[in-house]
């Protein structure tokens, strides 16, 4: 199978190409990546000589990239590229609306034009905006109502590939996802950011009373959702890849303190950011049944396991927290 993965440089997109190239000896890859300062060519450092692996440097948002990623044509693609971090989306949105939504259409036009057998987009439960409680979910047939430029976006493009099917049957599957962590994560996110400014001696930054809630899901479990999505799914479907694992964010804090030997006072409480989600919870039960996933690391193994990985990879995470980064920390930090 010929696979064209898109912002495979990036977090969950360069553990999804590790997890094929190791697991299927005869499939090829080919990364599409603008390399924005989310894309890390060092997270492929394992395959970049791997003779099935191919990296083309390039924007899903100009189609002369895409055509001239896909050439005599692929299988299939997965589009992980997109801009995905929430509080440069308040800061800055336009790239999002650039990559989220044009970058798809252009994907989504690709598959159209036969040059793609079919396609899977990568997205999120942000699109669905908050549950109140714990105990509400969000099905495949929840209502979009996102809150951020980020959540927007995402929903825009998630809204093209329904269209797409509707109106061409072009071959695409959307997914919803619950929050990632593991290996690799850029030091923006909460989990990445609290476990690397820890090994620094620095506070965590807890936005207002840490009491939203997130769903959490390990690397490894995400990989496997999509490898299953990939094989048994069904075009025109949406799954929603959740694993119930729920923690307010503050009880996240407290667990990593925990694990790394720190007390509380490396908490720092600040300012809430704008138009914050409660909470986010998905029913994962469709994924489930008719495909047969299931996750299988707990939401404490998989914080030690990259609790782990960051003490160990140091040099990953402080030449990024060394370079751009800063810019942006210092305008996040003024936003908080
Ligand atoms: P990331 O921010 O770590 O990486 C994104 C990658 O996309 C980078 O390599 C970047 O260079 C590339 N990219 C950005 N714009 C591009 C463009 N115009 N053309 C080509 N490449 C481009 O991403 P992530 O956190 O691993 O998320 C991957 C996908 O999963 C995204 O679509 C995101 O919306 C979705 N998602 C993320 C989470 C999460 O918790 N991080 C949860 C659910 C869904
Ligand atoms: O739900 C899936 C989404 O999860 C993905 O679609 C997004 O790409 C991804 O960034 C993530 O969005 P969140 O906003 O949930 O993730 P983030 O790690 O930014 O924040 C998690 C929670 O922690 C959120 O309630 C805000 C809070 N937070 C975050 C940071 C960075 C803090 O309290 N302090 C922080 O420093």
């Not at 190239?21 to 390399?35: G, H, T």
Request: proline residues 3%; contains cysteine; charged residues 30%.
């Amino acid at each position: 199978m010929k696979i064209l993965i898109t912002g495979g440089a990036g977090f969950m997109g360069s553990n999804f190409i590790k997890h094929i190239l190791n697991k299927y000896p005869d499939y090829q890859i080919i990364n599409l990546d603008k390399l924005t300062y989310a894309g890390n060519l060092e997270n492929l450092k394992e395959v970049e000589n791997d003779s099935r692996y191919t990296f083309v440097k390039g924007d899903i948002a100009d189609e002369n990239d895409v055509d001239k990623a896909i050439g005599e044509g692929v299988d299939v693609i997965i589009n992980y590229a997109a801009e995905t971090h929430v509080d440069r989306s308040i800061l800055d949105p336009k790239a999002f609306l650039e990559t989220d939504i044009l970058g798809t259409f252009n994907l989504l036009e690709a598959v159209r034009a036969g040059k793609a057998k079919k396609m899977i987009q990568i997205s999120t439960d942000e699109v669905f905006g908050m549950v109140h409680e714990m105990g509400e979910e969000f099905t495949e047939e929840s209502r979009f109502d996102p809150s951020s430029p980020y959540s927007a976006s995402k929903a825009g493009g998630d809204h093209m590939c329904g269209a797409y099917f509707k109106t061409y049957d072009t071959p695409i599957i959307v997914t919803h996802s619950c929050n990632f962590f593991g290996p690799n994560q850029y030091p923006e996110k909460l989990i990445s950011l609290a476990i690397t400014n820890l090994l620094e001696d620095k506070k965590v930054p807890v936005y207002g009373e840490g009491n939203q809630f997130r769903e959490w899901i390990f690397t490894e479990d995400h990989c496997n959702a999509i490898d299953t999505i990939l094989h048994k799914g069904e075009m025109g479907e949406v799954y929603n890849i959740g694993t119930r694992q729920r923690r307010k964010n503050i009880d996240v804090i407290k667990t990593l303190l925990k694990f790394m030997g720190k007390d509380e006072n490396n908490i720092e409480k600040v300012k809430d950011r704008p138009g914050h989600d409660f909470g986010y919870a998905i029913n994962p039960d469709k994924l489930m049944g008719e495909l047969g996933w299931k996750p299988a690391v707990s939401f404490e193994e998989g914080l030690q396991k990259t609790i782990d990985w960051y003490k160990e990879n140091q040099d990953w995470w402080k030449k990024i927290k060394s370079g751009e980064y800063k810019e942006y920390y210092a305008k996040q930090y003024k936003n908080v």
